[in-house]
């Protein structure tokens, strides 16, 4: 899942998804919406064919909206690796 940074400045990070679809931003945000660390996440799709989503994420206090990303991508990543079929 390639990522391209738009916007990072203090506790907001606004983040270009390429190529995923509904089903892996819609995880991505409930996760983070769920999370302590987190005051507020959506994503935007913009054109279907046209344009990649968007992320647009911010943090609550200090915490680093990148590593806060990157964490929680890690522990899903993690859930997934164990499964077979």
């Known amino acids: 899942m390639p990522i391209k940074v ?4 203090g506790q907001e990070l ?3 998804v390429v190529g995923e679809g ?6 991505l945000r409930e996760r983070l919406n769920n999370h302590d660390k987190i005051e507020y996440a959506n994503y ?3 054109h279907p064919d046209l344009d990649d989503p ?3 994420i911010r943090t609550k206090g ?3 909206p990148a ?4 964490d929680l991508v890690a522990s ?7 499964a077979t079929l």
Request: proline content about 3%.
């Open 6 to 9: 738009l916007f990072r400045e």
């Open 14 to 16: 606004r983040m270009r």
């Open 22 to 27: 509904h089903t892996s931003l819609q995880m």
């Open 44 to 46: 935007f799709p913009g």
């Open 54 to 56: 968007e992320f647009y």
């Open 62 to 64: 200090k915490a680093d």
């Open 67 to 70: 590593k806060v990303v990157n």
């Open 76 to 82: 899903i990543a993690a859930e997934f690796s164990g």
